[in-house]
Structure formats: C-alpha cells, structure tokens
C-alpha cells in the first residue's frame, strides 16, 4: 500500500520557520515528482511546490518563492518543506502528493500548520 | 496564470438525483491535464477523475468527466449519500498549478 505521512506542522510565530518533513512508503520514490498542496482553515486547496524525481527542478507558487525551499532525500524516501519568513497568512493544513500520471494520487493526510503570536 | 472557476460553489440535491458540476478555465488547457478530486470533511483529497474523463481506479462508475479547451464538467449520474463532499478540479498543464474554488455537494 502507497503511504505518504506528514510531519513537522506546529505552532510558530510570524516571521519564524518551520520545516515539514514527507516520508513516502510503498513505491519507487527516486521515480516520483512530490508536491505540497495547502489548505487555510475553511478554504479552497492551494498548490505550493513540487519537486523533480532527483530534486535537480523546482517550481514554486507565488506566495512561496523566496520563502519555502522544497527538497528531497531519495536515500530516505522523503520530501521536505523548508519554510521560512512565516506569516499569518500561511496558517493552512499542509499535504504532501505524489505528482504522476497527469494527476495528484495519493495524498498524505495532511499537518497543520499555526502562524500566531 | 491559468484561473479555474468552478460553479456553482454550492449545491443540494437529493438521493438519486443528477449532479454536474462545470469547471471554465482562463485559456485553454489540454483535456490531458484536467483533474477532478473529492475532499470529503476532515480528509484528504482523492483523486476522481483525471485526464478530464478517466476514471480513478476503484471510482464508481457514476463518477464522469468530460470536455475540452476551456469547460470541464464532472457529473454524477445518481447522487448517493456518501457523496457529501466538496469537489475541485485542477489544472497541471502549465505553472503554477491552480485548483478551482471548489463545489460543496449537500445532501438534501
């Protein structure tokens, strides 16, 4: 069975950093694209990242670049998210995705993320 | 950036009734990188359907999709009560990835 298990998620304050981690199971990750979808409390989803299958490409949302880092260790079959510079605006459930076949299949279920004083 | 905008935001129907639920995009997008997904409360998403019209394996099959270019329709042919979920359609043809608003499905 493909399983995907978020962690990391916690309470910071603005302008702090947190990093999420992705520990993938049950597939070939060194053959998977990762990606980071967020969701603000009562809203819609959001794309955030993803990451090439050697971590060599990258691409960012918007309202992550400059401030996230996505990343990956094969040799540990998992994704991370670096998040620095945090803001209110960030508060959301992070989930992490397999990115193949033209679609988003399976998601982890998901780490909350607080950004608070 | 490629806008999806799904409609309506809301709808309730009944048991046994006929749903759809249409995605416009901004500019046309490849029928191959259109993807539905379902998001039942306090879960995940699961993918329903992708490449607009491909069903998800172990998807019911009253679960579709169609259309090209610039509208997108899922459809469920007759609504169960398990269906209460919200339903979002997503664009992976060019960055960034965008997802629509989302539909919330009520059971009446």
């Known amino acids: 069975e493909v399983q995907l298990v978020e962690s990391g998620g916690g309470l910071v304050q603005p302008g702090g950093s947190l990093r999420l981690s992705c520990a993938a199971s049950g597939l070939i990750f060194s053959d998977c694209v990762m990606t980071w979808v967020r969701q603000a409390p009562g809203k819609g989803l959001e794309w955030v990242s993803v990451?090439?299958?050697?971590?060599?490409?990258?691409y960012y949302a918007d309202s992550a670049r400059g401030r996230f880092t996505i990343s990956r260790d094969n040799s540990k079959n998992t994704v991370y998210l670096q998040m620095n510079s945090l803001r209110v605006e960030d508060t959301a459930v992070y989930y992490c995705?397999?990115?193949?076949?033209?679609?988003?299949?399976?998601w982890g279920q998901g780490t909350l993320v607080t950004v608070s004083s | 950036d490629i806008q999806l905008t799904q409609s309506p935001p809301f709808l309730s129907a009944s048991v046994g009734d006929r749903v759809t639920i249409t995605c416009r995009a901004s500019?046309?997008?490849?029928?191959?990188?259109l993807a539905w997904y379902q998001q039942k409360p306090g879960k995940a998403p699961t993918v329903l359907i992708y490449?607009?019209?491909t069903l998800q394996s172990g998807v019911p099959s009253r679960f579709s999709g169609s259309g090209s270019g610039t509208e997108f329709t899922l459809t469920i042919s007759s609504l169960r009560p398990e269906d209460l979920a919200t339903y979002y359609c997503?664009?992976?043809?060019?960055?960034?990835?965008?997802f629509g608003g989302g539909t919330k499905v009520e059971i009446k």
């Open positions: 995705a397999n990115w193949g076949n033209r679609k988003f299949d399976p």
């Open positions: 490449r607009a019209s």
């Open positions: 997503q664009q992976v043809d060019s960055y960034p990835l965008t």
């Open positions: 500019q046309g997008i490849s029928s191959s990188y």
């Open positions: 990451v090439s299958e050697r971590g060599d490409r990258t």
